[in-house]
């Protein structure tokens, strides 16, 4: 028996887990400290009436001889597509009901993903970027190629043509900086992967939080975009799922490598994986219900208000961010030249706040600072004004 020796090469600690740690750590010192997490990207607000009452109809159900429901279909339920389908198609995508397949997560998919191709692709990522894209490529033992998200661009860094990649991975917006592509700026990505026969594995976990009519909520209103993308969505952020999980995959039937990536898919999703529970797949599809689609509004509205309120604390202290208008994360830069885990420590010690070293999600994350707007409005506020505190104490 021999272990899979990739293994030695990834990260001893993922990212979240060492902040546990140093929160572990700190709670011993100090069992009474009132601690406010503005760090993981975890949603408080519940699941929405009408998604509540779908999966009450669907246990009772599944209570039920005449409507009792075994192993679910291949790619998932037929409502919950078409459901899908149906929000597509409100986005001018037309998408067949074969391309679309249901998941436990964006996270689960994009990692499994990797299971269609050769471990001699050539992988380029952003950097900074999210650590799960990462780490399974190294497990895989593939070759990792960066693109510097840095502030001179925005944090939306562009094609190089002198660089060859094979398989490209793009969240937009943007999980850690909040950074999101313009439909012009996603062109271009989509133009360089056909020109290079690559494919785009494209994040689209955040594009409920879309506001710009300028940036695409999917990969395919992007012309060109069906032969080179392979989109994936989570309804975590888009709808609470955080503790449901659910998500989706969209492979279109138009893209093509050595060979027809859709049925691969198909093909490894009924080898591996049996579905997501049919509880589940009836409150997701509660999600794409006009209601449903009205209910989850009001809950992203209020995480916006609180990218909102911790902005407006930043403009006061003068501290430079991006993020905020189009994400759940605002990503800001350590003032006095601060490292991001010692703005960590420091905030977690002195104000009590937790947020994400920037350092976590790569190199060009060094000196930087993520924040999520998944709290409380009480939280967010209260949080805002001990970092506006603490930072404007770094003066004196």
């Not at 009474?32 to 993981?40: E, L, R, V, Y």
């Not at 899908?84 to 397949?101: M, P, Q, S």
């Amino acid at each position: 028996m021999k272990i899979n020796e990739n293994y030695a090469n990834v990260k001893k600690s993922y990212l979240f887990i060492e902040i546990a740690h140093r929160l572990r750590d700190y709670m011993a010192e100090n069992p009474g400290a009132d601690i406010i997490k503005m760090g993981i990207g975890d949603v408080t607000l519940p699941l929405v009436p009408v998604v509540i009452e779908a999966m009450h109809c669907a246990v009772d159900e599944m209570g039920k001889k005449e409507t009792f429901r075994g192993y679910v279909d291949d790619n998932g339920y037929g409502f919950l597509i078409e459901a899908i389908k149906g929000y597509y198609a409100r986005l001018n995508v037309d998408l067949d009901y074969w391309e679309i397949f249901v998941s436990d997560g964006a996270k689960s998919d994009l990692g499994n993903i990797l299971d269609l191709f050769s471990k001699d692709n050539t992988v380029l990522v952003t950097d900074p970027v999210y650590p799960v894209y990462v780490d399974t490529n190294v497990m895989d033992g593939r070759r990792i190629i960066y693109a510097d998200a840095k502030e001179e661009n925005g944090f939306l860094p562009m094609p190089d043509p002198n660089v060859k990649a094979d398989i490209i991975y793009l969240c937009s917006p943007n999980n850690p900086t909040g950074a999101a592509y313009t439909r012009a700026q996603l062109k271009k990505w989509v133009d360089y992967a056909k020109a290079n026969g690559a494919v785009i594995l494209f994040d689209s976990a955040y594009e409920a939080f879309v506001t710009d009519p300028d940036v695409p909520h999917s990969a395919y209103e992007i012309e060109g975009a069906r032969e080179c993308v392979i989109e994936f969505c989570s309804l975590s952020k888009t709808a609470g799922f955080t503790g449901t999980r659910c998500g989706y995959t969209v492979v279109p039937k138009t893209l093509k490598a050595d060979g027809d990536l859709n049925a691969m898919w198909l093909r490894r999703q009924t080898t591996k994986f049996n579905g997501v529970a049919y509880v589940i797949q009836r409150a997701a599809e509660a999600v794409f219900s006009p209601e449903g689609q009205r209910e989850i509004r009001e809950n992203i509205a209020y995480y916006q208000e609180n990218a909102r309120i911790l902005t407006a604390g930043l403009d006061r202290c003068g501290v430079k961010y991006f993020g905020g208008k189009n994400s759940p994360y605002v990503w800001l830069k350590c003032p006095g030249g601060m490292g991001s885990w010692e703005f960590f420590d420091r905030l977690l010690k002195e104000a009590n706040v937790v947020g994400t070293p920037g350092e976590g999600f790569g190199e060009n994350g060094s000196g930087y600072f993520r924040l999520t707007s998944f709290s409380t409005h009480e939280k967010t506020a209260e949080a805002a004004e001990r970092i506006v505190k603490f930072i404007n104490g770094l003066e004196k």
